[in-house]
């Protein structure tokens, strides 16, 4: 069964998408830290935002309220 990221959206359907590999976790490969906890709010909004950058060419500013906007549909960061 295909799972949703629960921090980025991600669709996770293999178990190398998520963290640790492991399909148990609510969360993906991308969002987690190297000894498999979940990046916090603000570490999340600072890769998104470099994404965004990356990939929509807009600048740092722009990127990051983009990104909140994103992450405010998520329900890692819903409060
Ligand atoms: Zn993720």
Same mark, same amino acid.
């Given at each position: 069964m295909m799972k949703i990221c629960i921090a980025c959206g991600m669709p996770m359907e293999n178990p190398a998408d998520f963290a640790m590999g492991?399909? =148990?976790? =609510?969360?993906?490969?991308?969002?987690?830290?190297? =000894?498999?906890t979940m @990046?916090?709010?603000e570490e999340k909004l600072d890769s998104l935002a470099n994404f965004i950058?990356?990939?929509?060419?807009? =600048?740092? @500013?722009?990127?990051?309220d983009a990104a909140k906007g994103m992450m405010a549909q998520l329900p890692a960061w819903k409060k």
């Open positions: 492991d399909p =148990d976790k =609510d969360f993906c490969v991308h969002c987690a830290r190297q =000894d498999g @990046q916090s709010y950058v990356r990939t929509q060419g807009l =600048d740092k @500013q722009a990127a990051r």
